[in-house]
């Protein structure tokens, strides 16, 4: 599409950041139907891109011949084809997926999994847990559990096991969406990591404990259960606070915590 337009020396994709968007859409239409006058093409921008109406006439200022809207022709009719091909099997799936409507809102309960994930997710692993004896050999299965190869008590090895790639790439992805993310406690948990582990390996051990929810929700069929994002930090409090506690303790002190709201 984007050579076609380039040898008829028009620009869309300078102006037009998805050119195959209802803007661009509608001028790729006109140009196949004839139309040559930049003004009018101009003209068939939608929204905000009309604010951009000197540029686009300017980008669309082209030599468009008959060779070139034959194959802009041709090119959109694949592409119109595809696209509603896609609708049809996206149609299908939904329709194959309404006994498994409860397991895909329980999954979505989880953040960063939305229905594509979800739909992955089940077809990979199924709904019923009870095929896995744990939550571990889920994880083994799926090849996100570390290697646990060790000598002396010092691990040796932590390289993940080959498992299920798709799986592993869906949840890999699931923990990309996550990264992004601040306001729960598995975001939390990977900024976490990160900041010691480094990004990659911050993102397999986050897309560990996401199966690992995941099987748990599953087999509880309970929805997951937000901890918050500032739960290690109120965990680092606690322990810190015991911690202290028990070594006036020992020193031989009688300690009463009283917070300073209460006091």
Same mark, same amino acid.
């Given at each position: &599409?984007?050579?076609?337009?380039?040898?008829?020396?028009?620009?869309?994709?300078?102006?037009? #950041?998805?050119?195959?968007?209802?803007?661009?859409?509608?001028?790729?239409?006109?140009?196949?139907?004839?139309?040559?006058?930049?003004?009018?093409?101009?003209?068939?921008?939608?929204?905000?891109?009309?604010?951009? +109406?000197?540029?686009?006439?300017?980008?669309?200022?082209?030599?468009?011949?008959?060779?070139?809207?034959? $194959?802009?022709?041709?090119?959109?009719? %694949?592409? %119109?084809?595809?696209?509603?091909?896609?609708?049809?099997?996206? *149609?299908?799936?939904?329709?194959?997926?309404?006994?498994?409507?409860?397991?895909?809102?329980?999954?979505?309960?989880?953040?960063?999994?939305? !229905?594509?994930? !979800?739909? !992955?997710?089940? *077809?990979?692993?199924?709904?019923?847990?009870?095929?896995?004896?744990?939550?571990?050999?889920?994880?083994?299965?799926?090849?996100?559990?570390?290697?646990?190869?060790?000598?002396?008590?010092?691990?040796? #090895?932590?390289?993940?096991?080959?498992?299920?790639? &798709?799986?592993?790439?869906?949840?890999?992805?699931?923990?990309?969406?996550?990264?992004?993310?601040?306001?729960? =406690?598995? @975001?939390?948990? =990977?900024?976490?990591?990160?900041?010691?582990?480094?990004?990659?390996?911050?993102?397999?051990?986050? *897309?560990?404990?996401? $199966?690992?929810?995941?099987?748990?929700?599953? @087999?509880?069929?309970?929805?997951?259960?937000?901890?918050?994002?500032?739960?290690?930090?109120?965990?680092?409090?606690?322990?810190?606070?015991?911690?202290?506690?028990?070594?006036?303790?020992?020193?031989?002190?009688?300690?009463? +915590?009283?917070?300073?709201?209460?006091?």
């Amino acid at each position: &599409m984007q050579k076609v337009l380039e040898t008829a020396n028009v620009k869309l994709a300078a102006v037009v #950041s998805d050119v195959l968007g209802k803007s661009g859409q509608a001028m790729l239409d006109a140009l196949v139907r004839g139309t040559t006058d930049a003004a009018v093409l101009a003209d068939l921008a939608l929204g905000r891109l009309r604010k951009k +109406l000197p540029e686009h006439q300017e980008a669309l200022e082209g030599r468009v011949q008959s060779h070139h809207r034959l $194959l802009l022709k041709h090119i959109l009719a %694949h592409i %119109h084809f595809i696209e509603a091909t896609l609708e049809q099997l996206q *149609a299908e799936i939904e329709e194959r997926l309404r006994p498994f409507e409860e397991a895909m809102e329980l999954l979505m309960s989880i953040p960063g999994i939305q !229905a594509n994930a !979800a739909t !992955a997710i089940l *077809a990979e692993i199924g709904e019923d847990m009870t095929r896995f004896p744990s939550d571990k050999h889920l994880a083994s299965w799926a090849g996100v559990c570390p290697g646990n190869k060790q000598s002396g008590g010092k691990r040796l #090895s932590g390289k993940i096991t080959k498992g299920n790639t &798709m799986l592993r790439a869906i949840l890999a992805e699931v923990a990309w969406v996550l990264s992004h993310m601040k306001d729960n =406690y598995l @975001a939390a948990r =990977y900024h976490r990591l990160a900041r010691r582990l480094g990004k990659n390996k911050a993102a397999m051990a986050l *897309a560990h404990r996401t $199966l690992i929810i995941i099987y748990h929700v599953l @087999a509880t069929k309970k929805p997951y259960h937000e901890l918050g994002a500032d739960y290690f930090e109120q965990r680092d409090r606690t322990r810190l606070t015991q911690r202290s506690v028990r070594q006036l303790e020992v020193l031989g002190y009688t300690v009463t +915590l009283v917070s300073q709201e209460g006091a």
